[in-house]
């Protein structure tokens, strides 16, 4: 990419610029716990991974990580799964909710202010790519970062998740930048460096995640150094 063309640089959220400060099975686990469950962070974790497997990304006309898809999850890892009496449900559900809609539950990785923050001093259209819930526009404002970010595109709020082309489309549009102009950065090789490159976008891997067989595509050790690479593409 030739430094003049570089307009937008788009950032996938969770594992690339912040995550939770405790796993979600271990937060999930304490969920357990306070509604008189026995339950560990390991066996929480097989759980949601096995209810995760078998949920639909649509369901009864809820997209994957929209409040009604979480409150169906939920009913399923801790009502079928681990027993919870239905009437313990609802209070499980808020405080689920509440805890993951928090912006103390999570923190930035190391560096991601400063790069939104010199992004935007270079001239450079910045938004956030992410399959996450409706709370994440809130999550990053509590974080520090909604002052730096142009917009963010949210599976749950879109109907459409990476690695999916047209979630990469609906971000283009928003930015207003063609798919040459723009340059998409995660920690995914299959959501980020697949799906943008299936919508034309330039993509960057941030972090040491293998890549698929004969896949390639630019490299980033830590957000430091994808601000780095960003800053020789548009000095």
Same mark, same amino acid.
């Given at each position: 990419?030739?430094?003049?063309t570089l307009s937008a640089v788009l950032l996938d959220a969770g594992g690339t610029l912040l995550?939770?400060?405790?796993?979600?099975?271990?937060?999930?686990?304490?969920?357990a716990r306070a509604a008189d469950l026995d339950v560990d962070e390991e066996r929480m974790r097989?759980?949601?991974?096995?209810?995760?497997?078998?949920?639909?990304?649509?369901?009864?006309?809820?997209?994957?990580?929209?409040?009604?898809?979480?409150?169906?999850?939920?009913?399923?890892?801790?009502?079928?799964?681990?027993?919870?009496?239905?009437?313990?449900?609802?209070?499980?559900? !808020?405080?689920?909710? *509440? =805890?993951? /809609?928090? $912006? %103390?539950?999570?923190? +930035?990785?190391? &560096?991601?202010?400063?790069?939104?923050?010199?992004?935007?001093?270079?001239?450079?259209?910045?938004?956030?790519?992410?399959?996450?819930?409706?709370?994440?526009?809130?999550?990053?404002?509590?974080?520090?970062?909604?002052?730096?970010?142009?917009?963010?595109?949210?599976?749950?709020?879109?109907?459409?998740?990476?690695?999916?082309?047209?979630?990469? !489309?609906?971000?283009? *549009? =928003?930015? /207003?930048? $063609? %798919?040459?102009?723009? +340059?998409?950065? &995660?920690?995914?090789?299959?959501?980020?460096?697949?799906?943008?490159?299936?919508?034309?976008?330039?993509?960057?891997?941030?972090?040491?995640?293998?890549?698929?067989?004969?896949?390639?595509?630019?490299?980033?050790?830590?957000?430091?150094?994808?601000e780095r690479l960003i800053g020789e593409m548009r000095p």
């Open positions: 990419m030739h430094p003049a995550r939770e400060r405790k796993s979600r099975a271990a937060l999930y686990a304490e969920a097989e759980w949601m991974y096995r209810t995760h497997a078998q949920l639909p990304r649509r369901l009864d006309g809820h997209f994957r990580y929209s409040r009604g898809w979480f409150e169906a999850f939920i009913e399923r890892v801790f009502v079928d799964g681990l027993g919870l009496d239905p009437a313990g449900l609802p209070g499980v559900v !808020e405080a689920l909710f *509440a =805890r993951f /809609g928090d $912006p %103390a539950t999570f923190r +930035l990785l190391p &560096g991601a202010l400063e790069l939104v923050a010199g992004l935007r001093r270079r001239g450079l259209r910045v938004g956030v790519v992410s399959n996450w819930s409706p709370a994440l526009p809130g999550l990053l404002e509590g974080l520090g970062l909604g002052p730096h970010l142009d917009f963010a595109v949210v599976s749950a709020c879109e109907g459409c998740e990476k690695p999916e082309r047209e979630i990469f !489309e609906r971000a283009l *549009a =928003r930015a /207003g930048v $063609p %798919a040459a102009a723009a +340059l998409h950065a &995660g920690d995914d090789p299959v959501k980020d460096v697949q799906g943008a490159r299936s919508a034309g976008i330039l993509p960057v891997l941030v972090g040491r995640a293998q890549l698929p067989p004969g896949e390639t595509c630019a490299r980033a050790q830590d957000l430091w150094a994808l």
